[in-house]
């Protein structure tokens, strides 16, 4: 089973302000990694698929990068909306289909 | 518009037995594979349960594996989670979705989920 984990845990930001999270998994995954985010109270939604390809609607602030074992999601500018837990999940080995334990971005 | 919608969760003793329904729309259901994530309050998401389009191969977590029965009906877009021997660590929203890949590929992520229907398991 592919472990995924994700740092930081909790990270404090400011409304404007660049967010980094990071995604390590415990062996390759090549590209096929996903980021969610999940606002409270809702389900989680699809961002970024493939490490870095924007889903349908997803604004271009939202950008992924990385293969094999590490990978980023950046969020250029952060707005009122994207404050929320960011999960990152492997598709490559399978199953079972496995998550990394998500960061939550709070407002600083 | 894609849509799923969970219906069927509630209140049940440990023990019990519970059947959750998930309703597609707006696409070719016969066409994707889908699967169900649950999470606990205040956890993280953790898969359960996969199907694929003609019901085989069907995968599960080793946390529900023979305890839980995932199945389809192509015809009426429908697809089940079957619980049974339920217990208190199987309290969350349960959540059903499609598996989603391009043509030519052989993986691809979750693209849509439904809203969840929350499973509570006490006595």
């Known amino acids: 089973e592919i472990v995924m984990t994700q740092s930081p845990a909790t990270l404090s930001v400011s409304p404007g302000d660049r967010a980094t999270l990071s995604c390590r998994a415990s062996q390759s995954v090549g590209t096929n990694l996903a980021w969610y985010q999940q606002r409270p109270g809702q389900a989680p939604r699809l961002l970024i698929y493939g490490a870095s390809t924007r889903a349908t609607g997803i604004p271009a602030r939202f950008s992924g990068s990385g293969f094999g074992t590490e990978f980023t999601l950046t969020v250029s500018s952060l707005q009122s909306e994207d404050f929320a837990v960011y999960y990152c999940q492997q598709y490559n080995d399978w199953p079972p289909w496995t998550f990394g334990p998500g960061t939550k971005v709070e407002i600083k | 518009e894609v849509q799923l919608v969970e219906s069927g969760g509630t209140l049940v003793q440990p023990g019990g037995s519970l059947t959750l329904s998930c309703v597609a729309s707006g696409f070719n259901f016969n066409g994707h594979g889908m699967h169900w994530v649950r999470q606990a309050p205040g956890k993280g998401l953790e898969w359960i349960a996969y199907?694929?389009?003609?019901?085989?191969?069907?995968h599960y977590a080793d946390s529900v594996k023979g305890r839980f029965t995932i199945s389809r009906d192509n015809a009426n877009n429908l697809v089940f989670l079957r619980m049974s021997g339920l217990r208190v660590e199987d309290t969350g929203v349960y959540f059903c979705?499609?598996?989603?890949?391009?043509?030519?590929?052989?993986?691809?992520?979750?693209?849509?989920w439904g809203q969840g229907t929350l499973v509570t398991v006490s006595s």
């Open positions: 979705l499609r598996w989603f890949w391009f043509p030519g590929e052989s993986t691809g992520p979750f693209d849509h």
């Open positions: 199907l694929s389009r003609s019901s085989s191969p069907i």
